[in-house]
């Protein structure tokens, strides 16, 4: 598949980039031969092959509901690490509904 | 024109459990903002999130209550897009490979059954709450409250079933129901426990393929999901009526105005880029699994319905509206005191009880009159203590002053005159006094003798047994 600067474009719009144009230039050809792969991959029989969702053997790894509520020092730690902060809420630019 | 209404719903239900999905955090509110979160739900680097075996349960529980497949293998997958409600800017839910899939929910419509099929459910973490304004003061910013994230939600999508808004009530109100006999769920829309999501197009009678639909949001009780779709029916039908399009968008259900708005956002094509959740392993429920969910399956409301009317002797319609909700239903068994009175506690609560407790704008969680002082007083007519009639004053009164029956029998003498030689002094007396309705009585109009009656029941403030009043007049008159 050829990547062009529209692809680039819309993959680093979904994903909140901003690409120079040397850099689109860039990334287009090195998707492109990421794809290349992905083709030649294609090119083996995989009808007997299980998709893969995960990479580990395993199943069913679950916790018993049992609540825990964070210490004031562990949300103070947390909140610390906000972007922006109003008391004790994340403080955002203004978001219309 | 007249178009046929297709509509499909999608129902996102809060489960019931004590810690968040992925974390330990406490589901509970009322703390304050920001104080049910941890490194796991706020997506710090590096945290693993694990999975809450209580959600699976209930997600079982519900699959199977509405006769779905739990599929023996399910996995999870990243949801992505940018919100601040949304720390990590991807939502765990599932996508491929859900917990359930293929049900259905059997609703009444016309008193005929209609079968309304359920595509699939599944698992999903809830999203934070923003807040645009403190009060009436709107505010310059955002801001965010991360608390509701990461609480389980299920997801259930019905198929596009249904064909008028009294179904799609229907459908919800049954659904409802069973959440909460099934205990997964409270279900309280008001506090956006159970939220609905409704597509709605129209169609010319006849034709196969569905017509553009309109996606409504923002209603916050059943009667305002019937509401909206109503008016959006209108709203689509004079548009195509007119030769216009339907434009497939987002409307927002505006309760005060009684409209849908178009929420008027860029429309971009959501990408979401689903892919395998990496962080958690896949489920796999096998055969012993669901059989031990299945086994754990309460009585649900058909066939407590059924019970109601095969072992209580009760009418099918008694039956339906007492099981209509669990509540209402626990109740009615609570103030049964045994099984012969069966169809006077179903008056009683449906009639009086229901009727006070509409009018007073309460409900049956918050009845003034629970149902062992229910059961006291419908023991008391049972014995013949009281009449049916002084009853419904002393129930007045219960409702009133949350008193018990006996206190207030006692305290008011409301105690019913049962005995004879009392009772037949006091008809002597209405004989002697009323002449004219002993000769009509005598001349065969049997009807006489409730006059006869009457001035009984007045001598006595209506305490006198009416049965008893009934045979004495009858053979002093013979």
Known sequence: ?97 | MDFETVIGLEVHAQLKTDSKIFCSCPTEFGKGENTNICPVCTGQPGVLPVLNEKAVEFIAKTGLALNCRVNTRSIFARKQYFYPDLPKNYQISQYELPVCESGFVDIKIDKETKRIRVHRIHLEEDAGKLLHAIGARELDHSLVDYNRTGVPLMEIVSEADMRSPEEAYQYLSALKNILEYLGVSDCDMEEGKFRCDANISLRPYGQKEFGTKAELKNMNTLKGVREALEHEVERQAEILSAGGKIIQETRLWDAGLGETRSMRVKEEAHDYRYFPEPDLVPIELDEKYVSAVKAGLPELPEARSNRFAAELGLSEYDASVLTSEKPLADYFEAALPEKDAAKLTANWVISELLGRLNASGTNINTSPVGPENLRGLLKLIQNGTISGKIAKTVFDDMFNTGKNAGTIVEEKGLTQISDEAALAKLCGEAIAETPKAVEEYRSGKERALGSLVGVVMKKTQGKANPGLVNKILKEKLS
């Open chain 1, 1 to 97: 598949m050829k990547i062009t600067n529209k692809e680039v474009d819309y993959a680093a719009r979904l994903a909140r980039l901003e690409l120079s144009a040397e850099e689109k230039e860039k990334y287009s050809a090195q998707l492109e031969s990421i794809l290349k792969y992905i083709d030649k991959l294609n090119e083996l029989d995989t009808s007997g092959v299980k998709p893969t969702s995960h990479v580990m053997d395993i199943v069913n790894v679950w916790r018993k509901d049992i609540s825990a509520r964070s210490s004031e020092e562990l949300v103070e730690n947390i909140l610390a690490n906000a972007p922006e902060r109003s008391g004790n809420f994340y403080k955002v630019k203004k978001i219309i509904e």
